[in-house]
């Protein structure tokens, strides 16, 4: 029996919002507009240039087509200078354990993100061989919710998206695996995450047996 299992990165496999927070804060900054962690929180599994937008917008700020461009190649490179330090010990807790069991298991592994940086970020943590696929911003003209992202992980692992399951921390991400027919496993809170068939606050909580239940089902 295969199954796909799909992963997103950011805040799945590596906790990078600290990072993506940090950079779009200077950015804020140098606009005189106030960035807080909460609207943080709504940036995750959005696009870089839909980041800008919501922030420019928060902060009831136009700027020429010429300066947004100029602000997100400087927000890529701060954050590029903290994904530049980061090794191993930044990957969350369990995340190796469950990517080994499926290995193990002998199933197609894919990683379904928005991020332009996804292999830079799997090279510093020396995940990039624990994946048979990598679907990232790089890949895609449609954002999350929009389905695309896990359409073309699942086709590149050659799994119908029905047989697909994917790991999402984000409620777009959730959505948009819904939308592609796969099962939604959301990682993070119940709160948040209510629309994806399961939920969990993190790796630790997911259990070998539920693991291959999945498989078997
Ligand atoms: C992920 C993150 C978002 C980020 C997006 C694009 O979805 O959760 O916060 O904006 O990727 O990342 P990038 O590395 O291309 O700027
Ligand atoms: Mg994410």
Redesign the pocket.
């Known amino acids: 029996n295969k199954k796909g299992f799909i992963f997103d990165l950011?805040?799945v496999i590596v906790d990078t919002?600290k990072y993506?927070f940090l950079a779009w804060q200077q950015l804020a900054k140098s606009l005189d507009i106030n960035f807080t962690e909460e609207e943080n929180e709504q940036?995750?599994?959005?696009?870089?240039v839909r980041?800008l937008e919501k922030i420019l917008a928060w902060g009831n700020k136009t700027i020429s087509q010429d300066l947004f461009d100029k602000l997100m190649g400087d927000k890529?490179e701060e954050?590029l200078s903290y994904i530049a330090e980061m090794d191993e010990s930044e990957i969350l807790p369990d995340v190796p354990r469950v990517l080994n069991l499926l290995e193990a298991l002998d199933q197609p592994i894919s990683l379904g993100?928005?991020?332009?940086?996804a292999r830079t970020i799997l090279e510093r943590v020396n995940l990039k061989s624990n994946f048979h696929a990598i679907v990232d911003?790089n890949d895609v003209s449609k954002a999350k919710p929009d389905p695309e992202v896990f359409l073309i992980a699942a086709d590149q692992i050659n799994i119908k998206p029905e047989d697909c399951i994917v790991f999402e921390d984000?409620v777009a991400g959730v959505t948009a695996a819904n939308t592609a027919h796969m099962i939604s496993i959301g990682i993070g809170s119940k709160d948040v995450l209510g629309h994806a068939n399961y939920v969990f606050n993190d790796f630790t909580e997911i259990s070998d047996d539920f693991i291959k239940s999945l498989i078997n089902n």
Do not use: Q, T
Not at 43 to 48: A, E
Not at 113 to 117: E, H, L, V
């Open positions: 950011d805040g919002a993506h940036l995750k599994g959005v696009s870089r980041s890529n954050y993100s928005a991020s332009k940086n911003g984000s």
